[in-house]
């Protein structure tokens, strides 16, 4: 938005903004958004209603795992992780009960769903329908990203091919029937969070965003004009770290990268159509579990990147509380990062500038030097045949694990400061994490099991004949999807489902059975990880001793039970492993716990090492022990790692865990030690 | 006193042969690690193993006393993992049962390389197929190369040994490329070659000695893009270096939608069974190399070859106990 030129109301001052008529004006805030839900449709609409009534002024839902990997509440893999991550979202019925009071046609939604994208947005769709809603007031966002469900996050469902199909699919029927709707989000905010550089960050990004267009366009389901206007609806959502001035500097060049790519690339002349809209949530790799009352700071810090520089400030914004390594939030917590986005909107003069870095040599500079790193790095990818070739590959996973690796390297010799970890970490207690609730949220069982219940109520009253009619007509759609229509016809099919009172998990176990189930690569293979020379040369000569006395070598399965695809740190323990000397068989994610069981006998492994983020620790050790047990294991040598709670540490030890490690337990070298130690102490008494 | 003396005791190993060969996945695990060892202690008590085993004959279910053991190498990333899942997976079918309603036991020895550096290893061949490696047919066991060239340890052949005793089919699934004696294709009875769609043109085939090895080729990923011509490239390379009669097969499959995965498994019917003397004789020979070192050859050419050998210092696990003092 630049101000005109209007001679005749007199000389402009270069510091004010301007609208239309000349008059001196302030821009309007971004959209103040707060990522949540929990337990229950129910239990998250009152989460919404009093969020809108504190000063939210857009929607961010977030889902449990098994909406998002396509399971309803009462499949067996799902059955541990209901509502602990998100809402539970099981049919129409739960979307009635979560939008009660919600006006569809003034409200601004974005859902954090993937795999099972087009279902939410047919859902949505329906609710709408039911409510008579017109189609063309809706706004909002799916973010629909499967690239980065490939490479860091987990919750994909089919394989990249088909799943690519799915997001043009969404395009196609958005720009008929829901033009304000974003049918995706580029997001480049997941590779950040697995340690993607910021040149990484963008290059990935843009290479992904090329991906989807050029399927679109290859589809020739919108051409021309239509074609034109669905770039425009292309939208980003993107991660600020705590180098705030080169994160600014990155979204400076994030802008003018893609206004030159979209038009290089696709032709677009309409300046309205190459703008790089994008939303943010700010980082949360960085957030500490030590002295977690600096991550305020670190979380104002970097809202700065993002909000500074005009010409590249988000649309919405999404804060990450400052307890957020310690557990999902708390209502509390989220309104006091809400604030912040009110007083710095709302408080300041900020809004009333025109871009304030315009002409700055240093900014300019560094914004150049990313632009030709990023562009250096896209080229790169283009020539190997894109993202999806470099996906299945495994080699963007590999650049990312690199990244990572590298990150964790650099923290744990100090080179990179993080202050309450590895620098000033003395100091007096936080009284923040003192309260009665140990400042944590915990997921609420009797929503939990009110949300078992209505899915029981839906299936029970539902027609099942209009289910299995939805249902074969989703799959003659799904069958069509690369047809001329194929994709507005796919969504229609699950909209008809989504009335037809259909679950999550029918929707999705229709579509793997007509595209496949899918398993990404690892990307560790070949990852290197330098910990400290003497420690690992310590781990090393232990190792040798293991296999010089018995003849085998210290022998490690890791792996994640559950739904959570969050890999990373699975990934850095067993990379860390095979450094010092152990032989590690690496079981990758979303493995039942039987399997994990299974794995741990054939094997014959000396120790077990598990990896749980999402909240259903309990419930996966328990039934991983009980598989254990049945396959004759009465004493397992098994270790947790990820987010804990210290109040739940007894409870894991009494099921026969014999170490938990939490978020504060990150130096590689002692995990690795403890490691070694409980597999020397299980070889000397077994 | 070692770990072994505590926990493998001669009679507790015994039990486990006769529970492993009763379908017991634990006591073959355990098992399994004894003849993993690079341990002397170990091989009186697998001297007492084999003795039991070969004592009692057959395989509980099979007609012919030994397994068959295919070897499955190709390169890194070309499916061989997805492949054997999609085999595993095919053998619960019902045109595999047999009349009792039970199918093959079929183990995997998986061998990825170790680090030079820290002599540990990253093994993620077992990743892709947690479900169906867990399968109660099914007995996956990943090992590290131990810094072998020719890509498997001695603990591959020393448990392809044992398995051949206990299960119906063992695969081995490797990256090596047949470029040395002590390599895997010695050591099974068949050897697939995995390929998959645009691995390079037909002369890459003919230069790669791996062609004259493989007793049949796989064209993995037929559901990707150019893979009719990488498939007439190969059966052209193939035909242009059959010896005998006929052209070796070649199979084109996919692993993904399961295309070609029955006639594969329908290759399995020419696999020939392994025979002890075969085995022993390979684990004999990688014994006596490592023992002999350089002149191992020489010495044993001079004695009549490894068996041979063998059988005059009083058969092949006491060939082991006593100590090679020059030939």
């Not at chain 1, 017109?134 to 973010?143: A, E, Y």
């Not at chain 1, 697995?194 to 960050?201: K, V």
């Not at chain 2, 081995?172 to 070659?193: F, P």
């Not at chain 2, 230069?207 to 990923?221: I, P, Q, S």
Request: proline content about 4%.
């Amino acid at each position: 938005m630049t101000s005109p030129a209007t001679p005749a109301t007199g000389s402009k001052a270069a510091h004010l903004l301007y609208d239309a008529n000349g008059e001196v004006t302030r821009d309007a805030p971004w959209v103040f958004r707060t990522y949540g839900g929990h337990s229950s449709a129910k239990a998250t609409n009152a989460l919404i209603l009093e969020g809108l009534a504190r000063g939210q002024t857009g929607l961010s839902i977030a889902f449990d795992l098994p909406t998002q990997c396509g399971y309803a509440s009462d499949h067996p893999m799902a059955v541990a992780e209901v509502g602990k991550v998100g809402v539970p979202i099981n049919s129409i019925d739960d979307m009635h009960a979560m939008f009660a009071g919600v006006p569809l046609e003034r409200m601004n939604t974005s859902m954090t769903i993937n795999g099972t994208a087009m279902w939410l947005l047919a859902l949505y769709v329906a609710l709408a329908e039911e409510r008579g809603v017109p189609l063309s007031t809706l706004r909002g966002t799916t973010q629909n990203d499967i690239m980065k469900e490939y490479l860091a996050r987990g919750t994909y469902v089919f394989p990249p091919e088909a799943s690519l199909r799915l997001v043009a699919a969404t395009y196609e029927y958005c720009g008929q029937r829901v033009p304000e709707w974003n049918p995706s989000n580029v997001c480049s905010y997941h590779l950040q969070e697995a340690g993607a550089t910021p040149a990484q960050e963008v290059a990935f990004s843009l290479a992904n965003a090329l991906l989807v267009l050029d399927q679109i366009k290859a589809r020739g389901e919108l051409s021309g004009a239509a074609f034109e206007r669905c770039i425009g609806r292309v939208s980003f959502f993107v991660n600020a770290g705590i180098r705030f001035v080169e994160e600014m500097c990155k979204l400076r060049a994030f802008s003018e990268l893609w206004d030159e790519l979209v038009q290089t690339r696709y032709g677009v002349t309409n300046p309205k159509y190459r703008l790089f809209r994008y939303g943010v949530q700010v980082n949360s790799l960085g957030l500490t579990s030590a002295q977690p009352e600096n991550n305020a700071w670190r979380i104002a810090l970097e809202t700065l990147a993002v909000t500074l520089s005009r010409k590249a400030r988000c649309r919405a914004l999404q804060l990450p509380a400052w307890n957020e390594a310690l557990s999902l939030p708390r209502p509390w917590d989220q309104q006091w990062v809400l604030r912040l986005q009110q007083i710095l909107a709302l408080e300041t003069d900020l809004l009333e500038y025109p871009d304030l870095f315009e002409g700055s040599v240093v900014v300019e500079s560094k914004t150049a030097a990313l632009k030709g790193e990023a562009m250096a790095l896209l080229q790169q990818i283009l020539a190997q045949g894109g993202a999806q070739a470099m996906l299945e590959s495994g080699a963007l996973k590999q650049a990312l694990v690199a990244s990572m690796a590298a990150r964790v390297d650099h923290i744990a010799r100090g080179e990179q400061v993080v202050v309450g970890v590895n620098r000033y970490q003395e100091g007096l207690a936080s009284p923040l994490v003192q309260a009665r609730d140990g400042g944590r949220f915990v997921a609420d069982r009797a929503a939990i099991d009110d949300a078992l219940a209505q899915l029981a109520a839906t299936k029970k009253a539902r027609d099942p004949r209009r289910v299995t009619e939805a249902l074969a007509g989703l799959t003659a759609a799904a069958r069509s999807l690369a047809a001329p229509g194929g994709g507005v016809a796919m969504m229609e099919a699950s909209v008809t489902c989504a009335h037809a009172r259909v679950t999550t998990g029918e929707w999705a176990e229709a579509l793997r059975a007509v595209f496949g189930e899918y398993r990404a690569s690892t990307g560790v293979e070949g990852a290197r990880l330098a910990l400290r020379a003497d420690r690992v040369a310590g781990l090393r000569a232990r190792s040798a001793a293991l296999a010089a006395a018995r003849g085998r070598r210290p022998r490690l399965v890791v792996g994640k039970p559950g739904l959570d695809g969050h890999s990373n740190g699975a990934e850095m323990i067993a990379v860390a492993a095979r450094e010092c000397g152990f032989d590690v068989i690496y079981a990758g994610i979303r493995v039942a716990p039987t399997d994990l069981a299974v794995a741990y006998v054939d094997e014959d492994a000396d120790l077990l090492g598990i990896s749980l983020l999402s909240g259903s620790h309990l419930e996966l050790v328990g039934e991983l022990v009980a598989a254990l047990n049945s396959l004759g294991v009465r004493r397992p040598n098994m270790v947790v790692g990820g987010i804990i709670p210290q109040v739940d540490v007894p409870a894991l030890e009494a099921l026969g865990v014999a170490r938990v490690f939490g978020p504060s337990d990150y130096q590689l070298d002692e995990i690795m030690e403890a490691l070694m130690a409980l597999v020397e102490q299980g070889v000397a008494a077994p | 006193m070692t770990e072994l003396a505590r926990a493998d005791t001669p009679a507790q190993a015994l039990a486990w042969c006769a529970a492993a060969r009763d379908g017991d996945r634990r006591a073959l695990a355990k098992l399994t690690s004894l003849f993993e060892r690079d341990d002397p202690a170990a091989w009186p008590v697998r001297a007492a193993c084999m003795a039991q085993m070969q004592a009692a004959g057959a395989t509980p279910r099979a007609v012919a006393p030994l397994a068959k053991i295919v070897a499955l190498t190709g390169a890194p990333g070309v499916g061989k993992s997805s492949l054997v899942g999609a085999l595993l997976t095919h053998a619960m079918s019902k045109s595999v049962r047999d009349v009792a309603g039970t199918g093959p036991r079929i183990g995997v020895i998986a061998v990825d390389p170790a680090s030079q550096a820290s002599g540990g290893a990253l093994l993620a061949d077992r990743t892709r197929i947690m479900g169906i490696a867990g399968a109660p047919h099914a007995m996956f066991r990943s090992q590290s190369s131990q810094g072998a060239l020719g890509g498997i340890a001695d603990a591959t052949a020393s448990v392809a040994r044992l398995w051949a005793h206990v299960l119906d089919v063992v695969f081995i699934e490797t990256v090596g490329v047949g470029q040395s004696e002590s390599d895997v294709a010695t050591l099974a009875t068949a050897t697939w070659l995995v390929l998959q769609p645009g691995a390079g043109d037909h002369l890459q085939f003919l230069k790669a000695g791996l062609m004259e090895r493989a007793d049949c080729f796989v064209l993995n990923k037929v559901d990707m893009p150019h893979a009719a011509v990488t498939k007439s490239q190969l059966a052209g390379a193939v035909r242009l270096t059959a010896t005998g009669a006929a052209p070796r097969p070649v199979h084109a499959v996919s692993a993904r939608t399961n295309e070609g995965i029955a006639a594969l498994w329908g290759e399995l019917t020419g696999v020939a069974r392994a025979t002890s003397a075969s085995l022993e004789g390979e684990v004999l020979r990688r014994w006596c190399e490592r023992e002999l070192g350089r002149s191992a050859a020489q010495i044993l050419a001079d004695n009549g070859g490894a068996r041979a050998w063998a059988e005059r210092a009083g058969g092949a696990e006491a060939a082991w106990l006593g100590r090679v003092k020059g030939s």
